[in-house]
């Protein structure tokens, strides 16, 4: 069936440099998606979010792509610090008129390297 | 900044029983939701809940799960006989429109043994 996935299922990078991560989906009937961030043992926490109308969307450090030809979603964090060490989903939601649940991927787990 | 506030952070039970976990969802939400997530795995939808009754559900929330808003402030997800394999982190979330905004709670862990 149709499903959010991720590239990468771990990325680690060192304090100061830009990440990236990366998320294919495949239902194109998705019109709005989210990032989170979820730390050990708690919730997720919304990052970002942009809606199908929108190829790019940009927030405090963080800048979310959406490439509607190729169903790909990613995550450009600037200057990571050691508090964005987390797993990062991305979740999609279908367009439909009763539709509101989300679709959640597999995760990313981003370490940041001192 | 606003909060959905579940309780308790942890519970374990034996199989069989039945569990109430809890939510306090954003006051100015109209929407409300159950997700859970097995350990290591992504986070599943079960249930949302619009003008006190269920919108949509997935395969997971059979009939032995059922949600309720019992008064003005909370959003409970009951689970009839819990089995082993309904041990999970369980969130609550909110969201003021169906179609974006969501907000999530800081999860009920729940064991069953």
């Known amino acids: 069936g149709e499903s959010v996935g991720l590239h990468l299922p771990t990325l680690s990078v060192q304090e100061g440099d830009n990440s990236i991560i990366n998320c294919a989906y495949s239902?194109?009937?998705?019109?709005?998606f989210i990032w989170y961030k979820q730390e050990s043992g708690k919730g997720p926490q919304f990052i970002i979010d942009?809606?199908?109308?929108?190829d790019k969307r940009q927030g405090q450090r963080v800048t979310v792509l959406l490439n509607k030809t190729v169903k790909h979603l990613s995550l450009q964090i600037a200057a990571t610090q050691p508090g964005d060490s987390a797993v990062y989903f991305c979740?999609?939601?279908?367009?439909?008129?009763?539709?509101?649940?989300?679709?959640f991927g597999s995760g990313t787990q981003l370490t940041v390297l001192p | 900044e606003p909060e959905v506030t579940q309780t308790p952070s942890h519970q374990v039970t034996q199989m069989g029983q039945e569990v109430i976990l809890r939510c306090v969802p954003i006051?100015?939400?109209?929407?409300f939701y159950w997700y859970r997530q097995i350990l290591g795995q992504k986070v599943e939808f079960l249930v949302s809940?619009?003008?006190?009754?269920?919108?949509?559900k997935s395969e997971i929330f059979d009939d032995q799960f059922s949600v309720e808003r019992p008064d003005g402030s909370n959003f409970t997800l009951k689970i009839r006989s819990t089995k082993l394999e309904d041990s999970a982190m369980y969130f609550c979330?909110?969201?003021?429109?169906?179609?974006?905004?969501?907000?999530f709670g800081s999860g009920t862990r729940l064991t069953v043994v």
């Open positions: 979740a999609e939601k279908i367009s439909s008129g009763s539709a509101r649940q989300l679709t």
């Open positions: 006051s100015n939400h109209l929407y």
């Open positions: 979330a909110s969201s003021v429109r169906g179609n974006y905004g969501y907000t």
């Open positions: 942009i809606r199908s109308n929108m």
């Open positions: 809940f619009y003008n006190n009754e269920i919108s949509e």
């Open positions: 239902n194109s009937a998705s019109d709005y």
